[in-house]
């Protein structure tokens, strides 16, 4: 054995008669059971020391744990519950969107002839931006203006057969009335006949040359009509921008054959560009236009921009019972593009009267929502009724009161001996 111990007198005589008896006892006589049974005495001997020493430590942690854990006081976060008017941030994401944009697309058929934008380039109210080759509606134009003229011409013609007519009309009737002024010695009943005969034939033939005239009229207009259905064909050949604005996309090349529908640009007005969120349907009476808003983008979320509520939509979405809010941003990133993703934090007030904890003050156990308050030092976890989420905001009803101490619930255990920081208890 290496453990060697240092006995006492009392033990020294003990083991000296302890040997002695071993040795009249062994039967070999050379004291190899006696050895054996000192080797077991020592064995034991150490393994009731080294219990004696585990107890020891054992009680040593158990007794420095307790002093750690439920003596020394941790300094942690916390938050103070008020029932004043509270400022709360309501975030979402956000997708940048414009109520002013519209698809170019071609109302006609036709084979792109050029292209005159391209994208990004800023465009005005009636600038060509493409036209369609459209030489055989230009020729349909030019037959149907040829139409026209010679509407226009029979039209002249009728009107003088119309006045012919009229003069004729005229001469018979004054020759009727001349001739019934006589005395009926000198004119025939058979003469006045024949001149009625010819006053009803000259009335006809100027009512015929009168509706003659009024058809040619009418074909007028029907060419001059259809003449301008072609023009209007061809002037719709040549595509133009509808709004001031930017050019986003372009997609077609020249060449290509366009139909009425296919998309050929979008076009979005920088002014109108909005920034839309989505936020859950409890928070919507806390909403108001005009209230203040920070927006950072995705694609640099190091940049703030200002922004204000422009519009609350009135449409919930019934799987998600989410609603969109619509920002106008002051300003916009040097970098820009439908679709871009942002972060958006809306700035409200609660009315007063209403308690409120931060959801990363709120603690779940056994599935209940609660809060660790700070009571006399001590950290304890109580049950609190929860109301709607507001931003990043939880409404409380029961179980808090003003004045009380929210602790941070992240490493909290029951009765540990809590300071709030910045605050002495």
């Known amino acids: 054995m290496n453990h060697q111990f240092r006995a006492t007198p009392a033990q020294e005589a003990d083991d000296a008669g302890l040997r002695r008896r071993h040795l009249a006892d062994d039967p070999s006589g050379d004291g190899r059971l006696y050895q054996s049974r000192i080797v077991g005495a020592e064995r034991k001997r150490f393994r009731q020391t080294k219990i004696a020493i585990a107890i020891l430590l054992c009680l040593a942690l158990a007794t420095v744990g307790g002093i750690y854990f439920y003596v020394l006081r941790s300094e942690v976060s916390y938050y103070v519950v008020n029932r004043d008017s509270a400022a709360v941030e309501m975030t979402g994401p956000g997708i940048l969107d414009a109520t002013n944009k519209v698809v170019i697309t071609s109302r006609i058929s036709g084979f792109l002839n050029s292209i005159d934008v391209d994208r990004n380039d800023a465009v005005t109210v009636g600038r060509v931006l493409a036209e369609l080759d459209a030489k055989d509606i230009q020729s349909q134009l030019d037959g149907a203006l040829a139409d026209v003229e010679v509407a226009k011409s029979a039209v002249v013609e009728a009107r003088g057969n119309r006045a012919k007519a009229k003069a004729q009309l005229d001469k018979a009737q004054s020759d009727l009335a001349r001739r019934r002024g006589l005395s009926s010695g000198i004119v025939s009943a058979v003469e006045i006949e024949t001149l009625e005969i010819t006053v009803r034939q000259a009335q006809a033939e100027y009512d015929r040359s009168a509706a003659v005239e009024q058809g040619a009229g009418a074909r007028v207009a029907v060419a001059t009509a259809q003449a301008g259905v072609l023009q209007h064909k061809r002037n719709e050949a040549q595509i133009r921008s509808p709004l001031n604005g930017v050019v986003v996309s372009r997609d077609r090349s020249v060449g290509d054959l366009l139909t009425p529908g296919v998309q050929l640009f979008q076009i979005v007005d920088p ?31 190091a940049q703030t921009i200002s ?69 006399l030092g001590r950290a304890a976890w109580l049950p609190i009724e929860a109301g709607n989420v507001s931003g990043n905001y939880l409404q409380v009803f029961n179980g808090v009161t003003a004045g009380d101490y929210i602790l941070d619930p992240r490493g909290r255990y029951r009765f540990e001996a809590v300071t709030v920081k910045g605050h002495s208890e």
């Open 271 to 301: 002014k109108s560009i909005v920034i839309a969120t989505r936020l859950d349907e409890s928070i919507m009476s806390l909403i108001e236009p005009g209230q203040s808003a920070e927006v950072r983008f995705t694609s640099d979320p």
């Open 307 to 375: 922004a204000k509520v422009m519009r609350v939509n009135r449409v919930v979405d019934p799987e998600t019972r989410e609603f969109i809010v619509e920002l106008t941003p002051d300003r916009l990133p040097r970098n820009w593009a439908l679709g871009q993703r942002a972060y958006v934090a809306i700035q409200a007030v609660l009315p007063p009267g209403i308690a409120v904890v931060p959801l990363a003050f709120v603690a779940r156990r056994d599935g209940r929502v609660g809060v660790w308050q700070s009571i």
